[in-house]
């Protein structure tokens, strides 16, 4: 509030000069910035690679550690440099944190989001919930994880958006990446087919899968009559493949069952429905 | 704050010495930990396993609590670290904690969500709501339960992805493993079939099921006319199984079903609709 | 934090002294609470037990009593067993809990949750909103109460699903097991048929019902023309049955009037619809 | 914490005689408590009833009073025996509402919850927002009211379910039991009938209706045409009805107009659809 | 707490004596509210309707006001007449009020609730949001307005039912009895007619309303083609009729405008659908 | 409190004289602001209008400037009154609203909301996020605004409906009224027709438009295949027309499409559906 | 509050010399500010532009900065004008800020917001998650960034409406500008076609625009059967785009796929139904 204090009689010699000198000052603390950063940001980069090569770190993880210690460096020499920059132009941080007036109550309240960020972003670090280049579901979004930042944590959705995430909103994560996935088929047959041959040709056609696909880990195999839908009799098959290789694997399989059921003869019913028709009476 | 005081005037051999002092200590720390942490982790789970073998504690119990103190322990090493480490680069934790202002303050809130999170991991475990290997639902996950730990609960959902769910988020908890689960279907005959007649044939292939099957536990037992549906007659059969084999029960039970009323010629119906040709009028 | 005062010039005699002294110290605790406890309940049981037989007081409620009793003594036991334990590993609980730092703070929202779990479970124990065996609704779960501890409520849901309740969720309670409950049918004839004539015959299955089924309290009466559907007349019958019995007695009535219909030559109509073909264009 | 202060050296007899003091006291107050409670709650009703003869007061609000004057006076009894009861075993309750620690913040925010209560119940009772014996609809859930208490709304639903509802639970009150109801059908014609006519048939039933039904008392009327459907114009009828009455009207009204539209020939009409054949080519 | 300081000791002749003593100032304070009170609310009453028969203040405003200070003249004679009593029986007011104890932050809070409803309900009244008999949306419930008071505002639904909603849950406002409302019409005319054709028709119809009914304002004019749906083409007809009179106009009109569209040979078609047949293959 | 310190010695005399002092002073209040407020309000006007003109401010912007700055007015002149009036009646506001009691904590958390409202209303009236005549979407209502208050923004509903909106619930703005607005149309034809014919007739069309009507700005273009219908496939139209034209362009280009492909003799599709008639067995 | 202090003595010709030298003043500040304003903004404007071309920063950045960093300047002038404004009248703006009375509380909660939304906004700009003339999703909101503000995020929609979302309502942000994009295909094919011939048409579509259209970055490629339809065979297709060019490409796919099928005889099915014809019985 300085500088209102006189009223309009203000100095404009003074406060030229003061201008100047704290613009050079600034202009120093930039360029000491930009040159410290990158540099800083190398070594880091450098040093955990050759750690995990000696230490053989799956590579996952280290890009995780990589990624976040630039990024915890980057927000320090951030702090670093805003706090430098306040303490040239005279206003100095400490006061201002510890002040339980209004404004102190304010920073206080919007710093508290904050602090849950950097919170939540320290569990989900520490506990391995994700790694970068896992598949999952946070907050509502889906995809593949950029990078984990103590702020935000940023996925790469299936169609090429790039989610940010902040670390606050995040109350639980699916992690699709950890161990071999289901693949499931819900295929329905005829009610005038014969269950049980339906049954073997469909075990058939996931005993050769088991055989010869590399991707599949545990059956396929045909559990029974999921349902009695309206019009067809649901069977299901399940099995487990390796990670990501799900949604193949069911796509293969699909095409085969098929096949193997036209094979077969056995039908794949359309909807189908019962008509009565009544003459006389047009009315309700 | 003191790294700044004196503006731009740092003297560099000082900061040097103090980096390597620092980092040398750090590094002993380091080495202590990770020697300790393992040997640690180790002497837990064996003196666990023992006791539980002389004590019978049945399976689940063991392996629940034996990730859960290793769990424990982990958060507790960590904590020392941290600690420790804090005050060898000089920052003391106890007024840090201590303190009240906007940092304090922050902080506080940002540990409240931290303080939910154990208390009520704390009455999930001492409740024993849930144990290892069981199949629940809570926070809208749904799957079997990896790890309870103080702060965060591991799910492997029915596809393979692991959930990773802050206890907070757990407002109540679905167990699907306390006890015989129900085996339930409902099957529609056509409304031409006589009611009566088609109970017993349902309720011959439920008196085979519960003589023959051991998954068995009560009934199964035609309850009757749950529905007039809009094309058919809705029966419903009610059993008890034992646990997790309520699905393959069901499936048994369906194919069954439908296979002995084919046999006795009564109609599961397709949907009916009745039509009314109005040939004169093709106009609203 | 007393451990770290002195960095690394730790005492490596004293520490293992102190830590068989308090191990010693926690055995015994652990052996006098495995002895009490146990002896504790059973006689609580008992006492329970033996008055409400001698004052006659209902089933539901002795079990209520007899489990919320068992419930709060282990609560009461664990509380002494956690206090002796802190004091014996030199923690004092009652500093802890007075104090108004960061962690006093935190620990104090966290056990409002706590709070809100014991203030409502007493509302709902002390105002019998619910007992032992009742069927109920609340949180959005549905089934038997097992317990209702001050902390927990535990219901089994109809497909044997255990439910863990924190009382705080639970808003409202909704009690199906307080007095008869209503028996519904609503059942759709054709838009020919005689509306008087259909009423006459379901009336007189109600009728039947009301005289030789000793579950059914009021009714069962046929009220009207409920709704004109889009392809048939909906009359709506409507009665009371003893508690639990209302959807045997639905299940019923639904057989006996559907044959009634039937014998009556009424028809109960599948969905209708009028065609009108239109030859000329096939386009729009 | 008292009992804890010397570790191990209980002194056993000071405990038993401790616990035979207290035992008795508390035995007293119990048999003082079930002798009073009964008798105030008797003198409380009667005083009611005779003051509600004396002055004319409407029946329900003098049910009203009396369930809740006995609901204050349970509450009122309940807290003077917890307070007795508390001193008699040495826990002074001034102290510890007065008390500002962490115990005391949490035993504020848990009775936050009863305030809400106490205060929402007030002003529902002095606003007179519901009788009991109303028939309302408050917090989602629907019943006529069986008590009105200050801490808890008790509803019965129509299927019998007993709801409980606490007082904080309700932000708005929808009261179906203040003054007259109304009785709304929509009814539809086919498409080929004439307006005019068929408004003219159904408002001939409707003055019927006026003429001889004292449920009656506004209209019914025949507003016009409502919607132009996909198969039929639909005709909407309104009136008003005593309380309670307005199903059983509407129910009259359904039958009445049906079977006065049969008798004038207008056609209620079934869903229709146009039929265009195509027949050269299957494919899309 | 006074009352149990000494135990058993109570004098049974003081507290007989005491509670004469208090229940005759009871008794005549109660007399002398129950005189007040009516006088109070008829001078009121005749007050506001003088001053605005003489300003001419519009009718419903003056409902408005007079019900609105009824309501305040009752809270307040409630209010002297609360703390009359408990200045009585000897609980002072102000202390409780001031007193920063548990109770006092309870009350506090539950007060806030209170607070919010007054705040809101000042500013629904000075900013004129409604008037009693408008035709609102608030909260969610729908209705004319009985009452705004400073708590409770209370609606009457289309339904007859009387909704009382506390001022704090009106988040927005929705009056619909503020200008002149829109009648609108979308009706559907066959892919085979003339468009232009079939707008002349409906503005001709539009025409004759404009000119002869004195219920609309604007328009109704045919805008033109708003949807190309799957059976029909929807042209849209938009008006304003004066307040209220909306339902009634677009009633009319399409009354009016179905029989113009007959009259002119111009289709309203029924759901159309194109029929392919496929004889060979009956499997999918 | 004073009035009710002595009980009911209450001088009679002196309070009618209280009452009549005060009685007129605020009648004398009532008179000067009753002169006071109008002129205020046409001063502001006036000086608005006359500077608006001089610097040729738009006219939205006028008119929101002119209403923001009487109603500002309002509240100010409302605030002055109700500070002499509380002072006449010997009611300090100073104390009052320092006061940090209960009721200073009530009042604190009720007038919470009230600058809620101003802040937001401060921030969207100085980023001029919407001017009067503006048509917004705004806290789930829509409409053109009629006012921006500090407290409340009032919006006209496409019905007519005037919705009041306290501007805390305002949390994103939508203003339609911003530039060039988006006329989409999407047409099915048959998959029979040949797609590069369709989309150069409905080119042509679009030509045309972009030649002939003002209202047009950018394109319309016809984009492509937007969607391979169930039975017909979907063609995109995009077009920029002047704001509030959109409707208008949309209504106009529909028809000039539908007549150019009838011309043209490309088919839209009513829905279709492939017939297999199965004889044999009419059992599911 | 000093206007007041002496009731209705106020001084007039005091007031009106307040008045007009207070006028002034502020008449001098609003024309030294709008002098001032202009001028920075275009300093600033160009400063930036200048040092952009400088270091080659790309434009959509460039703009960002610029736009923000003129948004930046307006709220300092804007608050220094405001403080300049409070302290001629009279009212000083630090103890105001810093009084912790009713008035300090309700500003301290009001401004929270404000607080929330330049904390979130200065971690949007600094992660970089946005840049002027990205497409974008935050918030519910679909659409273009015309500018981030500290405040407020401005997006345009694609609908032409301009979106103004306070920076606090923004939770996550999905950028749709962020590297290549998906292009994807679900295409149905009759149950009767051979699914290998079907892939390999398709395919052979694929490789055409692999090679020819410079769009494409990734595949695209058939993966296969995606699901089994009620009536279709549904294959999908997979690839990607340069940005923003996503919606173009499958477009164009689409045609190319439909007239491909075409050209090999391959159908592309409507929705398909069996009819089974029951003649007998016309009732259910």
Redesign the interface.
Known sequence: ?NL?EDGFQINLTEITELLITVGLKIL?LLIAFAIIAPIGRKAISGAINRISRHRKIPEPRTKTLERLTINLFSYIM?F?FV??LL?MVGIP??PL????????????????????D???GF?IL??R?VDVDDYV?A???DGVVEEV?L??TKL???????????NR?I??????S?????A?ID??I???EN?EEAVAVLQRVCDDFAANDERIKEGPDV??????G??D?VL?VLG?TT?ME???VE??L??AM??ALDAAGI?????????????G????
């Open positions: 509030m209102f120093l951030m670093v706090v430098m303490e941080i400490g944190l510890a002040g339980a007036g209004i404004v102190g109550l304010a920073i206080g309240f919007g710093a508290q989001g904050l602090v849950s950097i919170v939540t569990f520490i506990e919930q579901t907050a509502g979004y930042g702020r935000t790469r959705g299936f169609d090429g958006t790039l989610h940010y995430i902040p909103e109350s639980g994560v699916s992690n699709h950890r161990g071999n996935m289901r499931m295929i329905g005829a009610y005038d269950i559990l029974g009559v999921q349902t009695l309206s019009s009799i299901r487990k990670n799900q949604w193949g796509r293969d699909r095409k098929k096949e039908e794949i019913p359309f909807p189908h429905q019962v008509y009565i028709e009544k003459q009476n047009a009315e309700a």
